[in-house]
């Protein structure tokens, strides 16, 4: 995904680099007296647990944020996970593993993208729960992370990638008026460093071109997007690429539930999955933290995550997927 601001702070990042390979020595206020070399940096102090004011799943419609955050540990122990490597399809089997244990069904679609490194095999996971007319209410976030040096995507691609099976765990057992679908795309990142279409969201544009072929895409009443969710300080704000009156939805129902202290009203602009849908007139809405100062650093770590902050998205998805299931 991309912003104005992400690209900003890339590049304020490439100037911090360049410092750094310059030879002046980073602000790093763990590192040793100036007197002498620096050896080793002081071990860093991570937090692997989750917190412990994390709300229990009764009070957020059964959401386990805690059980969230252990599928985001799971997903980082695997490490980096780029679209066609190795540990990417650990996490494809990790996936399926979780979705077959809470008796989910689930299509696999396997296809190559043609990317600026050629071809990549890729695979996109949708999980589909029936309902009793026609409709489609369908959630969705990526799973692949930023092929960079040391990247393991805790908060981008780990964290929603939690949510949503977290959310497929409660759902798969429960049948609605309409289907709920949970899409788990490959490919969003940009294969190159810089965000520049069409060298990203590969996974999402597939799924809407095979949805649009099969005669599912008009079915589709709302298209909800998770990416970036599990910060401590999580403010989601208002895409305004995504569809006004979902968006009010949405944030009105987090209003309702307390939360309005991370759903904000500031607006931001994203670009992200959600556009491969609404380029094809599909209502979308993105929740999304992209101005967090780790983001596509190989500081996305664990300790960046909060369980809290789980819940809280998981419980807003699991209440606006209830009122659309009202309309
Ligand atoms: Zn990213």
């Given at each position: 995904?991309?912003?104005?601001?992400?690209?900003?702070?890339?590049?304020?990042?490439?100037?911090?680099?360049?410092?750094?390979?310059?030879?002046?020595?980073?602000?790093?206020?763990?590192?040793?007296?100036?007197?002498?070399?620096?050896?080793?940096?002081?071990?860093?102090?991570?937090?692997?647990?989750?917190?412990?004011?994390?709300?229990?799943?009764?009070?957020?419609?059964?959401?386990?944020?805690?059980?969230?955050?252990?599928?985001?540990?799971?997903?980082?122990?695997?490490?980096?996970?780029?679209?066609?490597?190795?540990?990417?399809?650990?996490?494809?089997?990790?996936?399926?593993?979780?979705?077959?244990?809470?008796?989910?069904?689930?299509?696999?679609?396997?296809?190559?993208?043609?990317?600026?490194?050629?071809?990549?095999?890729?695979?996109?996971?949708?999980?589909?729960?029936?309902?009793?007319?026609?409709?489609?209410?369908?959630?969705?976030?990526?799973?692949?992370?930023?092929?960079?040096?040391?990247?393991?995507?805790?908060?981008?691609?780990?964290?929603?990638?939690?949510?949503?099976?977290?959310?497929?765990?409660?759902?798969?057992?429960?049948?609605?008026?309409?289907?709920?679908?949970?899409?788990?795309?490959?490919?969003?990142?940009?294969?190159?460093?810089?965000?520049?279409?069409?060298?990203?969201?590969?996974?999402?544009?597939?799924?809407?071109?095979?949805?649009?072929?099969?005669?599912?895409?008009?079915?589709?009443?709302?298209?909800?997007?998770?990416?970036?969710?599990?910060?401590?300080?999580?403010?989601?704000?208002?895409?305004?690429?995504?569809?006004?009156a979902l968006t009010d939805l949405m944030w009105a129902t987090a209003k309702n539930?307390?939360?309005?202290?991370?759903?904000?009203?500031?607006?931001?602009?994203?670009e992200d999955d959600h556009q491969s849908f609404s380029a094809r007139g599909v209502?979308?809405?993105?929740?999304?933290?992209?101005?967090?100062?780790?983001?596509?650093?190989?500081?996305?770590?664990?300790?960046?995550?909060?369980?809290?902050?789980?819940?809280?998205?998981?419980?807003?998805?699991?209440?606006?997927?209830?009122?659309?299931?009202?309309?």
């Open positions: 995904m991309n912003t104005m601001h992400a690209r900003r702070y890339a590049a304020i990042f490439g100037l911090c680099l360049a410092i750094v390979l310059a030879g002046c020595k980073s602000g790093d206020a763990t590192q040793g007296p100036a007197a002498g070399p620096v050896v080793s940096a002081a071990p860093k102090v991570l937090v692997q647990m989750p917190d412990e004011d994390t709300p229990a799943p009764e009070k957020t419609g059964g959401f386990d944020g805690k059980r969230a955050f252990a599928d985001v540990a799971k997903q980082v122990d695997f490490g980096p996970r780029p679209s066609g490597s190795q540990t990417i399809a650990q996490v494809q089997d990790y996936i399926l593993s979780q979705l077959s244990s809470a008796s989910c069904t689930a299509d696999v679609d396997a296809f190559n993208a043609e990317t600026p490194a050629g071809q990549v095999a890729m695979k996109n996971i949708l999980v589909k729960i029936p309902g009793e007319r026609p409709g489609i209410i369908l959630l969705a976030t990526h799973y692949d992370t930023k092929k960079l040096d040391n990247f393991v995507g805790a908060d981008d691609g780990g964290s929603s990638t939690a949510v949503m099976l977290e959310l497929a765990r409660l759902l798969c057992a429960q049948h609605g008026r309409y289907a709920v679908w949970i899409a788990f795309f490959d490919g969003e990142e940009a294969v190159n460093r810089e965000w520049k279409d069409p060298d990203n969201r590969y996974g999402s544009r597939q799924m809407a071109a095979t949805l649009a072929i099969s005669g599912d895409l008009p079915k589709i009443r709302a298209f909800l997007l998770a990416d970036i969710v599990g910060s401590r300080e999580l403010r989601i704000k208002r895409d305004s690429n995504s569809d006004k539930l307390g939360y309005s202290g991370v759903f904000v009203n500031d607006p931001t602009a994203i209502r979308t809405v993105d929740v999304i933290d992209l101005e967090i100062p780790y983001w596509h650093t190989p500081q996305d770590t664990l300790d960046k995550i909060s369980s809290k902050s789980l819940a809280v998205v998981g419980h807003v998805f699991v209440e606006t997927v209830k009122q659309l299931q009202t309309k």
